[in-house]
């Protein structure tokens, strides 16, 4: 008995896979870069914000001081106005009587000949001149302001007395009674021209110094 011979055994061999390319990959890592990119950014942007914010909070503390601090040199003013009291210096007061033009209020000059402003008690750092103003007050939210005070005058003493030969800052025109003219300008009654009256004009100074070093400097002139 004759047994068949088997024919050749086909053999499948086993499908390759096909060669990753990595595109997909790729383009998944230039998305997070891009998005890693996008956060920076956007914490950046809000510790910016969030920077300005506070820095002008520090700004509108120290103004609001500052202007606190000229009130309290107003009301030191004006119980002394009319006074022998304002004719000559009183440096402990913040006081000056004669005008200083070479003043560098912020001390941000170069002039060699300019008047700096003792604000840090530290005698200008060795600069002289050097102008001494208020004793520092601490005021609301713990800002610290200085003033000064000049009167408008070419020097010291009574710029009224007859043999004076002072020049002082005054306004062209000055009345004590209710006019219903309000600063019109009429050629037959010439104010403008008219004698003023003994009145002064006074500078005030102002430094306050708040949260992270914040400084404002304020000038105000005022006259009675």
């Given at each position: 008995m004759?047994?068949p011979?088997p024919?050749p055994?086909?053999h ?8 990753q390319?990595?595109?997909?990959l ?5 998305a ?5 990119l996008a956060?920076v950014a956007?914490?950046?942007?809000v ?12 700004k509108q ?9 000229t009130r309290?040199a ?5 119980p ?14 913040g ?8 003043l560098d209020?912020t ?9 700096l402003?003792?604000?840090d008690?530290?005698?200008?750092g ?5 102008l001494?103003?208020f004793a520092?007050?601490?005021?609301a939210?713990?800002?610290?302001a200085r ?8 020097g010291?003493g009574?710029?009224s007395a007859?043999t004076s ?5 005054r306004?062209?025109t000055?009345s004590l009674a209710?006019?219903?003219?309000s600063?019109s300008?009429?050629?037959?009654n ?5 004698t003023?009256?003994q009145?002064?004009?006074y ?9 992270r070093n914040t400084?404002?400097?304020t ?6």
């Amino acid at each position: 008995m004759h047994r068949p011979i088997p024919g050749p055994v086909a053999h499948r061999l086993p499908a390759w896979p096909r060669a990753q390319r990595g595109v997909s990959l790729m383009f998944s890592l230039i998305a997070l870069v891009g998005l890693s990119l996008a956060a920076v950014a956007l914490i950046r942007a809000v510790n910016t914000g969030s920077g300005i914010l506070g820095n002008l909070g520090f700004k509108q503390d120290s103004l609001l001081a500052a202007d606190d601090a000229t009130r309290r040199a107003i009301d030191w003013l004006s119980p002394r106005i009319g006074t022998a009291a304002l004719h000559d210096t009183l440096s402990t007061g913040g006081y000056y009587a004669a005008n200083v033009a070479s003043l560098d209020p912020t001390g941000n000059g170069t002039a060699a000949t300019r008047t700096l402003i003792d604000w840090d008690d530290n005698n200008c750092g060795g600069h002289s001149p050097c102008l001494k103003p208020f004793a520092t007050q601490t005021l609301a939210n713990g800002v610290q302001a200085r003033y000064l005070i000049l009167r408008l005058c070419s020097g010291t003493g009574d710029p009224s007395a007859a043999t004076s030969t002072l020049h002082c800052a005054r306004p062209m025109t000055a009345s004590l009674a209710t006019t219903g003219d309000s600063g019109s300008l009429d050629y037959t009654n010439p104010k403008h021209l008219s004698t003023p009256v003994q009145t002064q004009y006074y500078r005030i100074l102002v430094r306050a110094k708040g949260a992270r070093n914040t400084l404002s400097f304020t000038d105000t002139v005022v006259h009675y």
